[in-house]
């Protein structure tokens, strides 16, 4: 009995340690995969760049109204900072002189699709021309060619990545979620950004939050008391000098 009671023991030592190795192996994996822990590609999602450096982007979800734009841009202004709007079509046709303004400010625009709806639920076609619809109203209008590719509410599929790879766009999430668009509290929205940022992080935030807007401030000087860079995407992902050319060739 006591031979047999040893042997349990045993089996049972050797299943545990079975179970946690799987465990942690899931979660390395599991991390590297949802983090976008590698170099910067187009046949995947990227949540954040891998890099020594303490270097983050500022991005912000353009879509629905424009009342504090203009203070968004003024704030980054003031820091001499540039940044990346995902932008969708249908914003863009209702406030030009904002898109415009985002532009000449030597911000980067990224493409948010023109509807803003979820490209899971849409067919291959759909989610082309949401794509294609963008592509064109900046080339004719504003003589701008996007790089970047930010689906709706942060939902893609294997499709949404293969067609944007096909159309030359590097999808690009986030890995710092500020929450603003909830109005959380202006303090709550700092001290999430504060707690949360690192090492080639990608911030997400929105035009459209007064507190996010308001947040913004504290947030860029807390960034920097910590001597963190705030930098647009493509200098995230090395993809252009640092001459402030926005346009990747």
């Given at each position: ?13 050797k299943?545990l ?20 822990v ?11 760049v891998?890099s ?18 203009e ?13 990346t ?21 030597d ?21 082309r021309?949401?794509m ?12 701008y ?6 689906p ?31 109005n ?15 090492r ?20 860029i ?20 000098e ?8």
């Open positions: 009995m006591f031979y047999n009671f040893t042997l349990n023991i045993k089996t049972i030592k299943i340690i079975a179970i946690i190795l799987i465990v942690i192996i899931g979660f390395v994996l599991g991390y590297q995969i949802t983090s976008g590698f170099s910067p590609s187009k046949e995947k999602a990227i949540y954040r891998d020594d450096e303490k270097i983050v982007s500022l991005t912000f979800d353009v879509v629905w109204n424009d009342e504090h734009t203070k968004l841009l003024d704030t980054l202004d003031s820091y001499d900072l540039k940044a709007f995902f932008v969708t079509g249908e914003w863009m046709e209702k406030y030009p002189d904002l898109t415009e303004e985002i532009l000449k400010r911000n980067e625009i990224g493409n948010h699709t023109y509807s803003h709806s979820s490209l899971r639920d849409l067919d291959e076609e759909e989610i021309d949401e294609l619809e963008v592509d064109k109203i900046l080339k004719e209008d504003f003589d060619q996007p790089k970047f590719f930010r709706p509410f942060g939902e893609y599929d294997e499709r949404v990545i293969k067609i944007a790879e096909e159309l030359g766009y590097f999808t690009v999430l986030w890995s710092i979620e500020t929450g603003d668009w909830l959380p509290g202006v303090d709550k929205i700092v001290d999430r950004v504060v707690k949360r940022t690192h080639g992080g990608i911030i997400l935030m929105h035009n459209c939050s007064p507190q996010g807007v308001s947040a913004l401030s504290m947030i000087h807390s960034l920097k008391l910590r001597d963190y860079e705030i930098v647009p995407v493509s200098e995230l992902l090395g993809l252009m640092r001459n402030g050319n926005n346009n990747i060739e």
